[in-house]
């Protein structure tokens, strides 16, 4: 599970009495810890305002 603490640049991952917690707050939605995490126990589910939010961060990121 150290290994998900250190791959989320976002730290949006908390250990807790042996579980995993991840702060929505903090979670940025770039996937690391989905591809990372081997027992496949973290999903992403993207609804319009991440997908927005996601979109808006990529533009601000790319000069057009």
Do not use: H, P, W
């Not at 989320?8 to 990372?36: H, M, P, W």
């Not at 991440?50 to 961060?57: K, M």
């Amino acid at each position: 599970m150290k290994c998900l603490n250190e791959i989320c640049i976002a730290d949006a991952i908390n250990f807790k009495d042996e579980k995993i917690q991840i702060n929505q707050n903090k979670c940025r939605g770039y996937g690391l810890s989905v591809n990372t995490c081997k027992q496949n126990a973290i999903t992403l589910k993207y609804d319009d305002k991440s997908t927005d939010s996601i979109v808006n961060r990529l533009y601000n990121l790319v000069e057009l």
